[in-house]
Structures are given as structure tokens and as C-alpha cells.
């Protein structure tokens, strides 16, 4: 199991077809988790989807 916070205080998103660009975001702190495992190439590997949720204000 992988897991890791991000800042993404300054991340902005960009609709390709009009170019308006939105953000950045209210809450940019963000917690990921992703699970590992060998696989039988060798080196490890993502096995599931980046689980991601909001950071909670303390």
C-alpha cells in the first residue's frame, strides 16, 4: 500500500474546447492511496485505482 498527501493549492483545470480556465480549488490538500504487488514481469505495480479523498480541516 502506497500512500501520499499532494498540495494542490495551485492546480487549475483547462476545458480544452473554450479554453476557459477554472481553479484553483477551495480544499487543495488531497490524501491518495494506492495498492502494490509484484507482478510476474518483476518490479512492482499499481493493482488498484489511486484512491484519493479530501484532508479533513483540523
Same mark, same amino acid.
Given at each position: 500500500? =502506497?500512500?501520499?498527501?499532494?498540495? $494542490? #493549492?495551485?492546480? !487549475? *483545470?483547462?476545458? =480544452?474546447? *473554450?479554453? %476557459? %480556465? $477554472?481553479?484553483?480549488?477551495?480544499? /487543495? $490538500? %488531497?490524501?491518495? !492511496? %494506492? #495498492?502494490?504487488? $509484484?507482478?510476474? =514481469?518483476?518490479? /512492482?505495480?499499481? *493493482? !488498484? /485505482? *489511486?484512491? &484519493? !479523498? &479530501? @484532508? /479533513? @480541516?483540523?
Amino acid at each position: 500500500m =502506497l500512500n501520499y498527501c499532494t498540495d $494542490e #493549492s495551485k492546480a !487549475s *483545470t483547462r476545458n =480544452l474546447k *473554450t479554453g %476557459v %480556465v $477554472e481553479g484553483p480549488g477551495t480544499d /487543495p $490538500e %488531497v490524501f491518495c !492511496s %494506492v #495498492s502494490m504487488a $509484484e507482478n510476474e =514481469l518483476g518490479p /512492482p505495480g499499481a *493493482t !488498484s /485505482p *489511486t484512491a &484519493r !479523498s &479530501r @484532508r /479533513p @480541516r483540523t
